[in-house]
Every structure is written in C-alpha cells, then in structure tokens.
C-alpha cells in the first residue's frame, strides 16, 4: 500500500496566534502515523497543550522500534501513548499557572498496510472518502454532539448552536480520560482527512467532497480546504492533514 500524505495548518484570518499543531511521521514497518490537536486554554497555554501532544506523539514513535501488526494491538498502542501524553499535559498544567486549565483535541490515523486505526479525543475529526461518500469515522465529544444523541436538538440546530464549541472531554483537563480507538480497513482510492474545527465548521461536507474529488495532488487539496476555511470567515485556526491511499508509486508518495 502506498499513501500520498500533506498536511496543513493556518491561523484563519480574526486570532492571532495559532494554537492547532499537526504532523505525518516517518512511515515504518509498512505503517505511517498522522495527528492534529487543537489547543484551548488562550494565548501560550494552547500553543503549549497542542505541541506537546504533537511533539510527544512524535518521539514516542520514534522510540518504538515495532509497531503492534494486529489492529487491536494497534489500538492499544495508540490509546497507551495518548494515556501517558495526557498525564504529561494535565502535570505541566498543573504546575505552570500560566498554564492551568489548558488541554487540547487529538485525533491520529495510524495507517498500516489495508486498515486504519483512528484514536482521537474532542472535536478534531477524522473523515473517510471513498468513491466519493463522504464518511464521519470519529464522534465529537462535544456537549451539542450529546444533545443531537439524545435528540434534544436536531443536527442543523447543532451548527448554530451558541455552546457548539463546549467539549465533554480534552486532553489534560482531567487525571483520567478515556480514549475513543476504532479499526476501519482502506482501499485503494481511499482519502483520509484529519481536521481541527476550524476546517470543519466552516467547509460543509459537500465542498469537502468536491475538494478532495479534485485530480490535484494532496498538498494543493489541503491548501484549498484551508483557503475555502478562511473564505468562510476563518474565525479559528484550521488544520488539515490528508492521507491518500494509493496501490500505484508516484512522485513523492510514501510507501506503507
């Protein structure tokens, strides 16, 4: 399996600083493995949140000299190393007062040979393409996403509803968190998009799936993504990282 990875991250056009982090880490083993966080807490204590989940990520997977071949394994490799990022956030959290109350979203994609493991927490999402659907593969741990479960609001009252941006679960905001780890297989063809909120609230669906249809290569689709964000008002910080499945080698693709 072969995949075509870019990613992307922009401070939108109203904040003035930007507190997403992302990256794409040296594929291994057949397996590559691929992260955004989107930091809250204000200006430092956000910017701090993100990069320590990205940067921890990083060296945590380049200290692993075998990466776990069976999905479940896989799983519980992803969900070990967010557990301990976790306690190293809420710590420094705890003992920086510039820092307290800060946390951030994660969502990762470790991609090994035909399957795809997805471990996130928050609000930053992981999409699906495939021959053109469109497929949500992770659940917003937010308070409005709680409420359209519970049918107290319907999925577009959700979109505009004044607590949108209130999550149920961040990390380092709490001692214990529990993390939400799913196995999906891909297909050639296959597209995955990770994204902080500050893409997808404000790209809908439909001009995601005309994007990402396009026949350009994955970092100029990831431009347009965040160009359209930013078009759509660029309230927030917005953040994609694209992975494209292919069973073809082209220029500048990572074999996995």
């Not at 057949?30 to 809250?40: E, N, P, R």
């Not at 999550?167 to 709490?174: E, S």
């Not at 993390?179 to 297989?185: L, P, Q, R, W």
Request: hydrophobic share 35%; with cysteine.
């Amino acid at each position: 399996m072969l995949i075509r990875a870019a990613f992307q991250t922009d401070t939108g056009k109203v904040r003035q600083h930007n507190e997403d982090d992302a990256g794409i880490f040296e594929a291994k083993e057949d397996t590559l493995l691929a992260v955004v966080a989107d930091g809250m807490g204000g200006h430092l204590a956000g910017d701090v949140a993100s990069r320590m989940a990205v940067s921890s990520l990083k060296e945590y997977w380049e200290e692993t000299s075998s990466i776990p071949a069976k999905p479940a394994e896989q799983e519980s490799w992803l969900i070990s190393k967010i557990s301990d990022i976790n306690d190293q956030v809420y710590e420094h959290a705890k003992n920086n007062e510039e820092c307290q109350g800060m946390g951030t979203t994660i969502v990762c994609a470790l991609v090994h040979l035909q399957t795809v493991t997805i471990a996130h927490i928050g609000d930053s999402r992981c999409y699906l393409l495939r021959e053109g659907a469109l497929t949500q593969l992770t659940d917003d741990h937010s308070l409005v996403n709680e409420l359209v479960k519970t049918g107290e609001i319907s999925k577009e009252d959700a979109e505009y509803h004044p607590r949108k941006n209130v999550l149920t679960k961040a990390l380092g905001t709490d001692k214990h968190v529990q993390i939400d780890a799913h196995t999906f297989e891909v297909d050639p063809g296959d597209q995955i998009l990770l994204c902080s909120d500050g893409l997808s609230n404000k790209v809908e669906e439909e001009n995601l799936i005309h994007i990402l249809n396009q026949t350009t290569a994955p970092d100029e689709k990831v431009t347009a993504l965040i160009q359209t964000a930013n078009d759509n008002g660029g309230e927030d910080n917005i953040t994609a990282v694209l992975l494209e499945i292919s069973s073809q080698p082209e220029e500048g693709d990572s074999k996995c």
